[in-house]
């Protein structure tokens, strides 16, 4: 299995730019995320899938969009980039989101570091 | 709402000693909670988990027990090695996953 991957490792964009991160995962989970880390903040939920064609908000959606045709991927398309969105943008996974069981363990790709300039 | 709050860091330690990372959390009902670690250059990946109260995770010489009436899931280890220099998120989890900031380890030989 290649577990969750993520492309670009790298990008850098101009404001107002638009751009695709792409996610995928081969492990059949149904819930998948999007997250973003900045210095001093942790990682924050930006968006989230609990299945193939149901997807909402987390903490910190504005600028974002998301998508869910498949089971295996999970695009976040930045609409307009600005510099604010400057971050590192980790993808997750994991087979459920219930809590105290074996299964709510969530999986991370590898992360994009987005510039915006 | 549901929150992580843990220590800030850097924790600054040399080899073979004793660490603590302290972590408190705040939730309506029974998360399961989690240390996840990120080595540089690197996304997260689980160090250990817990589900209920008391349980003990353990993983790579690591341990943290689940104390719900001091609602804490403290990280420790009894002796680090220079390979544990890393940031260590705490985080819990309902219905959905919610990180604490972080805590930086450099362990120095």
């Known amino acids: 299995n290649a577990g969750v991957t993520q492309t670009p490792k790298f990008q850098v964009l101009k404001t107002g730019q638009s751009m695709t991160l792409q996610c995928a995962q081969d492990?059949?989970?149904?819930?998948m995320s999007w997250y973003r880390q900045d210095p001093g903040m942790g990682l924050r939920l930006i968006h989230y899938?609990?299945?193939?064609?149901?997807?909402d908000q987390g903490e910190v959606p504005n600028g974002y969009n998301v998508s869910r045709s498949t089971t295996e991927d999970f695009p976040l398309r930045l609409l307009s980039a600005a510099p604010s969105q400057t971050s590192v943008y980790f993808c997750?996974?994991?087979?459920?989101?219930?809590?105290?069981?074996?299964?709510?363990?969530?999986?991370f790709g590898p992360g994009t570091r987005l510039t915006v300039l | 709402g549901d929150s992580v709050t843990q220590m800030e860091g850097p924790v600054t330690l040399s080899e073979e000693a004793f660490l603590t990372i302290n972590c408190t959390y705040t939730?309506?009902?029974?998360?399961?909670l989690f240390w996840y670690v990120q080595y540089p250059g690197e996304g997260l990946q689980l160090l250990l988990k817990?589900?209920?109260?008391?349980d003990k995770g353990s993983n790579k010489g690591f341990e943290a027990t689940y104390r719900k009436e001091t609602t804490s899931f403290h990280l420790e280890k009894g002796s680090v090695q220079v390979s544990d220099s890393a940031v260590y998120f705490c985080?819990?989890?309902?219905?959905?996953?919610?990180f604490g900031t972080g805590t930086r380890l450099q362990v120095f030989p």
């Open positions: 985080a819990l989890s309902e219905d959905k996953l919610i």
């Open positions: 817990a589900t209920k109260a008391d």
């Open positions: 997750a996974s994991s087979y459920s989101l219930a809590s105290g069981t074996s299964t709510d363990t969530q999986y």
């Open positions: 939730a309506t009902g029974y998360p399961s």
């Open positions: 899938s609990v299945g193939a064609g149901i997807t």
């Open positions: 492990m059949n989970h149904e819930y």
